[in-house]
């Protein structure tokens, strides 16, 4: 069986990428410090725990398993703390992908796919944003994001790296099958906060400003589920496999939701009250995030399936009541 080194698998995202890598007949072996991960989660191939600026592991780990690809989505991912401490981003987002990158080519495996951020884009309101839009990171997240991804571009150059680079939008939902779900510490993250106002684990979901030019006045953003978004992934591993070559990819549906439609929504799926509460903008939030996902469409054939609010917030309250929300490790 063919075997992708998952970094970052023992997250959200990782998680799910390694149960879909599984059911499509890959070996996902999880490379993750556990800083922000969860052990709990690894539960699809093996997990070895380690830090991508630890080089001796890294290359010990690509020797043992001589993975075919990597999925690189081991990365620190808040944006706010971003912007107070940048030395962090810059040091393990960007450090961190070096020495993976090194690592690789070293052990002579030239396949990466990449998760970066639609963040890379900034503050474009208004616009439906696809792959040649232009790249303005406002803060030190996306920054590290686009960092990385002329990283690849440079090493595709010089070394023949191959990469494939995902440009996510909003990420949400869980695992149908209820075995993994989003759990971040602490969550900044809008589905899984609400989830929690909802069975009473926080006193309420702070809507951060009602006040935008949007027809309810609060911000929009492109929703997708996990699961699509995850499917994307082994469709770029085949198109490397294919040896189609480096490409860059939106991953959004090209539909806005906006902060009270998924309120109402989640209210309506769980059949709860979602306590509220109005409050001041967030900074550094832009007021539109849309995608222009064509390219992944035609060019992958990717067919998001579960990406409506309804089956995002159904799987992730789901998995919300399985297990309260959390893992213990
Ligand atoms: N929101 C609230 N209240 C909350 C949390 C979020 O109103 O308690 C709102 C935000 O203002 C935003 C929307 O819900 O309008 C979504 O917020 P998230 O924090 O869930 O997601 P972001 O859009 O801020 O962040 C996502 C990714 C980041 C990425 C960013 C790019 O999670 O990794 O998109 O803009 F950097």
């Not at 995202?13 to 149960?19: N, V």
């Not at 069975?199 to 911000?219: E, H, N, Q, S, V």
């Not at 490397?240 to 860059?248: A, F, I, P, Q, T």
């Amino acid at each position: 069986m063919t075997t992708i080194l998952v970094t970052g698998g023992a997250g959200y995202i990782g998680s799910h990428a390694c149960k879909v890598l599984a059911a499509a007949g890959y070996t996902p072996v999880t490379y993750d410090n556990l800083d922000t991960g969860w052990r709990d989660s690894v539960k699809f191939g093996p997990f070895e725990q380690g830090d991508l600026l630890d080089r001796d592991r890294l290359d010990q780990v690509f020797a043992a398993y001589r993975p075919a690809a990597v999925m690189h989505f081991a990365a620190l991912s808040q944006v706010g703390e971003s912007m107070t401490e940048p030395g962090k981003y810059w040091r393990n987002n960007v450090c961190g992908s070096l020495s993976l990158f090194e690592a690789a080519i070293h052990a002579g495996c030239l396949d990466v796919v990449f998760s970066s951020t639609c963040a890379t884009y900034g503050e474009q309101d208004g616009v439906v944003l696809d792959e040649d839009s232009a790249q303005q990171p406002l803060n030190s997240y996306a920054a590290s994001k686009r960092a990385i991804e002329d990283m690849l571009d440079n090493f595709g150059a010089s070394h023949g790296l191959r990469s494939v680079i995902f440009r996510y939008f909003n990420v949400a939902g869980a695992d149908p099958e209820g075995e993994i779900g989003e759990f971040h510490q602490p969550e900044t993250h809008l589905v899984p906060l609400m989830l929690d106002a909802i069975d009473g684990k926080r006193d309420a979901l702070t809507i951060f400003g009602t006040d935008y030019d949007t027809p309810d006045g609060t911000c929009i953003r492109d929703y997708v589920h996990v699961m699509d978004l995850v499917d994307a992934h082994v469709l770029g591993v085949k198109w490397l496999e294919d040896g189609r070559g480096s490409r860059v990819f939106n991953l959004g549906t090209g539909t806005g939701f906006s902060v009270r439609e998924v309120v109402d929504k989640s209210g309506s799926v769980t059949n709860r009250e979602v306590p509220i509460l109005e409050g001041a903008r967030r900074p550094g939030d832009a007021t539109a995030l849309v995608s222009g996902s064509q390219r992944a469409m035609t060019e992958l054939g990717w067919r998001p399936t579960r990406s409506t609010l309804e089956t995002m917030i159904a799987d992730a309250w789901r998995w919300h009541q399985n297990t309260s929300g959390h893992y213990s490790a």
